[in-house]
């Protein structure tokens, strides 16, 4: 899979943005499985071998379109303290899932579309950048004394995670600002009864 990080620019970016702009649209409006590379063609406005010159497969494109369109839904943020900063984290998460790209996206990540190799890695990509994230915010913590050291920085992202996707995938329940707010302060209160070591 390309760097998200390494864009093009001039014509090249105009075509990537219309490409991924309409990848984005038709996953919102069809799903992954009933996607066609043809569809996004019509859409972007880029012929349909300019696309499969670039991307090759549409799970490819995919899979590229929606990595560039996480880069920036879960920033690393840095309030100065532990809580506001998984706050901060939990309610771009709820931003993302309520969003209608964002829940394209979430689709894509937990439908049989993650059979496909491309979806697959991207997944695997997708919660390494997550983790990542993560231990970048609990050695924050740990280093102002407001969590153990031993604190497994995956077991708090699923901490503040999970009660989000649980009622969104499981429950079909609403997720709203609050309760990310809640997420965050159960994640923190376990990481500090030493629930959350690894």
Known sequence: MSSPSQ??????????????????????????????VE???????????????????LSQLVAEAVVDMSETTVPIPDT????????AVARSI??????SRGRALVAALFSDAVRTPEIA???????????????????????????PADVSPADLLAAVAAPIYYRLLVAD???????GDRAAASAVAAARAGALSG
Do not use: C, N
């Open 7 to 36: 864009r093009p620019g001039g014509r090249s970016a105009r075509v990537r943005e219309a490409v991924f702009e309409a990848v984005l649209s038709e996953l919102a409006e069809r799903g992954f499985a009933a996607m066609t």
């Open 39 to 57: 569809d996004v063609a019509a859409r972007s406005g880029v012929h349909k071998t300019t696309i499969y010159r670039r991307w090759g497969t």
């Open 80 to 87: 100065g303290s532990l809580e506001s900063d998984l706050r």
């Open 94 to 99: 709820v931003a993302l899932v309520t969003d």
């Open 121 to 147: 890695e991207f997944k695997r990509d997708f919660y390494a950048t997550r983790y990542a994230l993560a231990d970048v915010v609990v050695q924050r913590g740990v280093q102002r004394g407001e969590i």
């Open 173 to 179: 329940m609403p997720v709203d600002a609050a309760v």
